[in-house]
């Protein structure tokens, strides 16, 4: 690890940054930047389906969503979208499972 001039590792986001940013963090819990990616992947994408899209479909289309980093923690790919009701929420089950924007009803 290599520290800067004012002696904090290069890769440590700061906790105003990820404030600024709506990232969920702690003073000494740096940003998951795996997991920020994601949710602009995520955004993106709900933008062009304001209506929701298939979770087969946002697999397919957000590939980084199977990244290995990203599901760290998280049984599955649904449990993963559950865990960012900031983003994204789920409706349906199984094969019909649709992923929608968190500000649709």
């Known amino acids: 690890m290599t520290l800067n001039a004012t002696g904090r590792a290069d890769n440590v986001k700061l ?3 990820a404030a600024s940013v709506g990232l969920q963090s702690t003073p000494d819990r740096p940003i998951n930047t795996d997991l920020w990616r994601l949710k602009k992947d995520l955004w993106n994408l709900l933008a062009r389906h304001p209506d929701g899209i298939p979770l087969s479909k946002v ?3 957000c590939p980084f969503i199977l990244n ?3 599901l ?3 049984t599955s790919v ?3 979208l559950q865990s960012i009701p900031d983003v ?3 409706s349906g ?3 019909q499972t649709m992923v929608l924007p968190t500000n649709t009803q």
């Open 15 to 17: 906790y105003s940054t």
């Open 59 to 61: 697999r397919r289309s």
């Open 68 to 70: 290995p980093q990203v």
């Open 72 to 74: 760290k923690g998280h």
């Open 78 to 80: 649904r449990h993963l």
């Open 88 to 90: 994204v929420r789920l």
């Open 93 to 95: 089950f199984g094969v």
